[in-house]
């Protein structure tokens, strides 16, 4: 299990038109675990992962991955780079077959590729097999929601970000979603994880950030988080005193 830090926030601000959301945001994700990325509706969460995707532009500060500043990058090149991002709105194509959502995952792969490495992130997702010729849009939020991921590792990214993966979610499915992201760390991959969910995410997460207004106000291990004043408000909407 590596502990470098391979993705880095240094004081990024961030957010759409003239209109700042991210508030000289630091933080860190180390490389093979889980960081979750909690906060309220609003907070700015999303628009954190919009930046280290390359989706928007942060206006000062810097974004680092293995100590390169990747600020101005596209998210072609962040693909390039090892990363996937699996979008907070639904992403699928819902008239197309389960099988030609994964096709269109794997559109940057040379042709003969994209058949073996559905074939292989098939081999995680037993229940999408069964589907694999089934409209998207007939699939349960579950279902859909693997599908999503399964397509996200098709380029056997290093690096995944997730954006409220739980949401619509019965509580059995959540379980088997973090457990999924648990073993992908397991193998290796780093995860930055967005979750409102905190109970379930504590379950694999390594490392909590919490964020309030753009601010980052929480930094700790996970394994303390749940006994901390300044979270439990965090979780319960109260203000935050920022982070020292
Ligand atoms: N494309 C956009 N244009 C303008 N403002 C936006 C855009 N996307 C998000 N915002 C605003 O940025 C702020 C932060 O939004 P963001 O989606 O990052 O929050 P979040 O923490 O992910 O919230 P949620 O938990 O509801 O998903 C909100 O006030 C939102 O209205
Ligand atoms: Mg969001």
Redesign the pocket.
């Known amino acids: 299990m590596g502990t470098e830090a391979l993705i880095e926030f240094d004081l990024v601000e961030a ?2 038109g003239t ?1 700042t ?1 991210l508030q000289k945001a630091s933080l860190s994700v180390r490389e093979g675990l889980i960081t979750l990325l909690t ?9 954190a992962l919009k930046a280290l995707f390359g989706v928007i532009r942060p206006t000062s500060g810097d974004i680092r991955l293995g100590g390169k500043s990747i600020v101005g990058h596209s998210p072609r090149k962040m693909i390039d780079l090892g990363m996937a991002y699996v979008p ?1 709105d639904r992403s699928l194509f819902p008239s197309l077959s389960v099988f030609h959502n994964l096709e269109l995952g794997g559109i940057m792969l040379p042709r003969k590729l994209i058949r073996p490495r559905i074939e292989e992130v098939l081999e995680r997702f037993p229940r999408l097999r069964e589907r694999v010729n089934s409209q998207a849009s007939t699939l349960s939020g579950g279902e859909r929601k693997q599908l999503e991921i399964a397509r996200a590792l098709l380029l056997r990214p290093s690096i995944l970000l997730i954006d ?1 993966p739980s949401i619509g979610l019965s509580p059995k499915i959540v379980g088997e979603v973090f457990d999924l992201l648990g073993k992908l760390a397991t193998d290796g991959k780093t995860i930055l994880l ?1 979750e ?1 969910n905190v109970r379930s995410a504590l379950k694999v997460a390594h490392h909590v950030y919490g ?1 309030e207004i753009g601010r980052i106000v929480i930094d700790m291990p996970a394994d303390r988080v749940m006994d901390d004043p300044a979270f439990t408000r965090l979780l319960l909407g109260g203000h935050v005193p920022e982070a020292a």
Do not use: D, R
Not at 39 to 47: D, I, L
């Open positions: 957010g759409y209109l959301i906060g309220a509706n609003g907070a700015g969460k999303s628009t907070q409220e967005v409102q964020m």
